[in-house]
């Protein structure tokens, strides 16, 4: 697919391409990973058009975003982002992942000042913390919140001296391919913030949508109706206020 048929297919289905950047002399950034029966990756990239974010301003006019997710990308865009995002007031989830490898630790300690939520697998955040010569109790105070997944052991949310401890839902059959159960596990934790949920259930949402990855093979599940989500959360965490609400529209 060409750029232009590509660009009229998201504006097609409802898509917001307005600050949508066509550059014809590059190819789209692409992203190739490989994983074997127990779980492990070898990932390779190709940065493309990717290579260019630092030049793209994070807000082109307009009404600024709720929320924004600084995640993997070119680095330059990894520290003008969390400023830009610092100056306009909006709150950030920071979420270096990949991108630790290639950061400095001076770059780190840039982006994650002042953000709302800082998220890592238990790998990247040794790394962040070895990069940036922070102990965890000194990145929790440079955070609104410091939230480290652990894989099959649930993940941890650290706000101030709190620490709360979410469990992992339950997998149904067995673990097919971990790719994506990450932007799974941030997507869903966000729609429970946007909804004012409390840390405990956003993350025990998160911790469903995580599964549901997961069990499938490549980075995006199958299709999942609201009533079989509600009705999986119930069974591994029983009921919660406001749960409902889940699939209703966030307030602005």
């Excluded at 391409?17 to 994983?35: E, N, P, Q």
């Excluded at 102990?135 to 919140?145: I, P, Q, R």
Aim: aromatic share 10%.
């Amino acid at each position: 697919m060409k750029a232009g048929q590509g660009y009229e297919w998201l504006a097609g289905h409802g898509i917001d391409v307005s600050a949508l950047r066509i550059l014809d002399d590059v190819f789209t950034a692409s992203f190739f990973v490989s994983t074997d029966r127990d779980q492990n990756q070898i990932a390779s990239f190709y940065a493309g058009a990717m290579g260019r974010a630092g030049e793209a301003p994070l807000f082109d006019g307009g009404a600024p975003p709720a929320w924004v997710i600084v995640s993997p990308n070119a680095p330059e865009a990894m520290v003008r982002y969390p400023r830009e995002c610092r100056s306009a007031g909006v709150p950030f989830l920071y979420d270096p992942s990949q991108q630790v490898a290639r950061l400095s630790g001076e770059d780190l300690r840039d982006g994650l000042a002042g953000a709302a939520v800082l998220i890592c697998n238990d790998y990247e955040f040794g790394i962040v913390a070895q990069k940036t010569g922070l102990s965890e109790d000194e990145l929790v105070a440079e955070v609104g919140a410091l939230i480290v997944t652990h894989g099959s052991e649930g993940s941890t949310i650290r706000i101030g001296g709190e620490r709360r401890e979410i469990p992992a839902a339950s997998v149904r059959g067995e673990a097919v391919d971990p790719t994506g159960v990450g932007d799974a596990y941030r997507g869903a934790l966000l729609a429970g913030m946007l909804r004012g949920f409390p840390w405990e259930l956003s993350g025990r949402i998160a911790s469903v949508a995580a599964v549901y990855c997961l069990e499938a093979l490549g980075p995006q599940p199958p299709r999942f109706v609201p009533a079989d989500f509600l009705g999986r959360f119930r069974e591994n965490f029983g009921d919660a206020e406001g749960l409902d609400s889940l699939f209703s529209r966030a307030a602005d």
